[in-house]
C-alpha cells in the first residue's frame, strides 16, 4: 500500500504517539531505564518505523525507544515514516515482539487472537511469520480463554506461561481457577522461600508437578468410560464424545503432547453421561430381571470417600469381582478365575452415578467349589502349619503374643493416672485422632471386640459398622476415657503396620509402654518361657515321631526281607 518510505533523521518526539494496536500494553520500567542509559552511551542506533495518522505520525516499531527518549528529554529522534494499513501494523509489530523476551505471553496471545478475528489470518500462516509450529500457535491462543482467576495469577506470575497453557485446555472456567489456585499454592507442599519483605511464601508448582496434577484430574480415559463413545443418544444436547472437540484425538494441534486420542478433558460432562449410563444399565438391568440394590442397600456394602476410592465392607456378603482370589493357585482376580462359571453380577448404583458389579459370596464359593478350585496358596495357615516356621515368623508369632499381654496393663495404666487430666478445649482434639485412626477397619473391629461395643437395634439394616461404633464411643467418652480409645487404636497390630523385612517388635505399643510406665520385662520373660518349654515339647515329640517312623521303617525292612528269604526256599 506504501509509497517509498521516508526517513526524517530529526523528528521532533512530540509528534510521536503510541499505537492502540500494539499488543504490547506494559512495560517493564526496569528494561526501560536500562535502554535510556543506552541511548546517552551510544544514541538510537535503530530507527524508529511510524505512518502518518490523524495529522501525527503513530509509532509502529519501536515503542519502548520512545518512552526512553522521553526519560532523557530528547526533542528529536531518527523516523523512518511509511504508509501501513491496520493488518500490515499488527503484523510488524507482532513479528518485532517476537524477538523480544520481555513481552507477556497474554499480550501475545491477544495479537493472535486479533489476526485471526479482525483479519482473518489462520494460525498455519501466524506460524509462518513469526517462525514457530502450528501447535504452538494453537497453545498459545489458548492463554485467551484463561479464566479471570488464572489469567491474574499469570500477570502476578504465580504460574509460568507453559502451565498457562496446560490450564488453558481445560474448558471449564472454575475448574481452571480450581487448578490455578492448587498450582500456585504448591499443590499443598510446606517448602517455599522467604520473599522481599521476609514473609515465608509456599514456592508453586513446576511446570512438570502441574501437568502431572492436571493430567491425573483433569483428564479422563474415554477407554474406561461405560459407554460408547460414538453413542450421540445417550445425551443428545451434548453428541457423541466421538465428535466433540473436547476430545483429544480431534484437536490434534491442540494435545499434541497427548498420546491417546481418547482423552476427554471435560470432568463435568463426563460425569453427566456417566449418570446417564449408569440409569441405563440399571433399567436394562431391572427389565431383564437381574437384581439390583437399592442406594440405600448399596451405602451399607460399598464403602466410597470423597476421592473416589471405594471397596466392599467386610463381611457384607459381597465380593469385588476383580479382586484377586487367593484360592486360585495362579492368583488371578474373581472373574477370570471363574470365567464363563462366573455367577450373574449384582448392580450396586453409587454416589457419582457410575455402577459398581458384585458378586455374591455363597455363589462365588459354590462355583469355586464345582470348579475344582480348593485354596492351594501357600500363603494360608493350613498350608504354614504343614512346614517349619521360619526364625522371623516365630519371632513375629512371638511379638504377637507379647502385644496380648501388654495391651490390657497400658490400658489399666492409663485409667490409673488420673493427673493427667484432660482440658475441654482439648477433647475436640483428641476426638479428631479417633477419626482418622478408625479409618483402618481391621483396628476398629478389634477395639470393637476387646471393649464389647453394641450397636443400636435397627431394623432396616443387619450391618454393623466397626467404624461408626468407634466414633459413637468418642463422642461419648471424655478425659482420659478418651485417651483409653486413642491408645487402644493406636496399638493396634494392624494399624502399627511393620513390613516382613524389618526386625518385629512392639512398635507404638513399646513406646505406649514407656510413656505410661508399664513394665515389659516381666510378660516378656514369662513368654519366652513359656515359648521355650513349648519348643522343647515339640522338639520332644518330634524326635519321638522320628524314632517311630524309624522302627516302623526297620519293621518293615525286616518283613520284607523275610518274605524274600521264605520265597527263596521255596525254589
Known sequence: MTTKPEFRPDQPLDELVESP????????????????????????LQPIVARPMNGHLEV????????????KNWTTVPVIVRE??????????????AKRSDIHPLEQADSYQMLMTKFGLTAEQIAEKVGKSESWVYQQLQLCKLSKSAREALEAGKISASIAVEIARIPVPKLQDQAAKHIAGGGGRRHGFTNEAGKWETAPMSFREAAAYIRTTFHLRLADAPWKIDDAELLPKVGACSECPKRSGNQPALFADIASADVCTDPPCFALKKKAAGKQRLAEAKKSGQRVLSRKEASEVVEETRRGSRWIRHNSGFIDPDSQCYDDPKYRDHRKALGKDAPTPVLAPLKDGSVMELYDAKEVKKALKAKGIKGTSTSTPARREKRKPTPLERKRDFYDALRERVRPLVREAVDRQRMLAMPAKTVPFWRMLVGALSENFEACETVVRERGLKPKASKTSKYVDPTALVKDEANRLKG??????????????????????????????GTACELFGVDVKGPKAELAKACKAIATQERKASRKKAAAKKKG???KGAKKTARKKKGARKK
Not at 504490547?24 to 526496569?30: H, Y
Not at 509502529?60 to 526519560?71: P, S
Not at 501501513?84 to 499488527?90: A, F, G, P, S
Open 21 to 44: 494496536l500494539n499488543p504490547r500494553k506494559v512495560f517493564v520500567q526496569e528494561h526501560v531505564d536500562e535502554l535510556a542509559e543506552d541511548l546517552e552511551k551510544h544514541g538510537m
Open 60 to 71: 509502529v516499531v519501536g515503542a519502548k525507544r520512545r518512552r526512553a527518549a522521553l526519560q
Open 84 to 97: 501501513m494499513n491496520d493488518q500490515e501494523v499488527l503484523e510488524a509489530q507482532i513479528v518485532e515482539n
Open 480 to 509: 482420659n476415657e478418651l485417651l483409653g480409645l486413642v491408645v487402644d487404636l493406636a496399638t493396634d497390630r494392624d494399624l502399627d503396620y511393620r513390613p516382613r523385612r524389618e526386625q518385629p517388635d512392639l512398635g507404638v505399643l
Open 553 to 555: 521303617a526297620r519293621k
